[in-house]
């Protein structure tokens, strides 16, 4: 009787690993950064703002290269998520946006 055929874990994509590593290095900046100089002190509310807006940002990037195939939509997707999360970095910091 043939074996049925067994499926291969498929290699982790390089862009995936690029993203999200560049992600956690980002996260770790300010952490490195608060070694050298006094003028850098976050929190730990700080840091899960900063998490909670790359994983937000990055999540949404995943969905839409997962979700859309033709490339200037893609771009165009891409830029609009680094728009936001970046205008959202910029209010956070130093409110750039009148409440």
Known sequence: MPTPPQHQPQATPPWRVIGWGGAALLLAAPLAAM??????RWDIADFAMFGTM???AGT????????????????????????????????????????
């Not at 070694?35 to 850098?40: D, L, R, S, V």
């Not at 680094?82 to 009148?98: E, R």
């Open 35 to 40: 070694q050298f100089t006094a003028e850098m």
């Open 60 to 99: 949404a990037l995943e969905l839409l290269v997962r979700v859309t195939r033709a490339g200037r939509v893609r771009a165009i997707l891409g830029v609009a998520v680094a728009v936001a999360f970046l205008s959202v970095w910029a209010d956070a910091a130093v409110g750039v946006f009148p409440a």
């Open 54 to 56: 790359l994983l937000v």
